[in-house]
Nanobody, 112 residues
Framework: QVHLVETGGGLVQPGGSLRLSCAASGINIGDYTMVWARQASGKEREWVAT???????SHAASLEGRFLVSRDNAKNTVFLQMNNLKPEDTAVYYC??????WGQGTQVTVSS
């Protein structure tokens, strides 16, 4: 059975940083394109970043280069480094496999 578990969320002040982790079990994460998405309260879920099996990646243009997706296949984990966080980054952050297996999400709150 496949599980994805996101961790690393929390409360951070504007301008701060967080590093989210998405740990997988039941699959070899190195065989999968992985995606980060987020959903703010009352809004639709939106795409944040994608990392392919060859470690090439892309990020939503709206993030203005503040986020960086990476992976460590030896740890079976994908990461999302988030810098210069803004209140509008407040959301539940999810990881998923390209074929639609989702984690439970981790809450990120950016507030002073």
């Amino acid at each position: 059975q496949v599980h994805l578990v996101e961790t690393g969320g929390g409360l951070v002040q504007p301008g701060g940083s967080l590093r989210l982790s998405c740990a997988a079990s039941g699959i070899n994460i190195g065989d999968y394109t992985m995606v980060w998405a987020r959903q703010a309260s009352g809004k639709e879920r939106e795409w944040v970043a994608t990392i392919l099996t060859d470690n090439s990646f892309s990020h939503a243009a709206s993030l203005e280069g503040r986020f960086l997706v990476s992976r460590d296949n030896a740890k079976n984990t994908v990461f999302l480094q988030m810098n210069n966080l803004k209140p509008e980054d407040t959301a539940v952050y999810y990881c998923r496999t390209i074929d639609g297996i989702w984690g439970q999400g981790t809450q990120v709150t950016v507030s002073s």
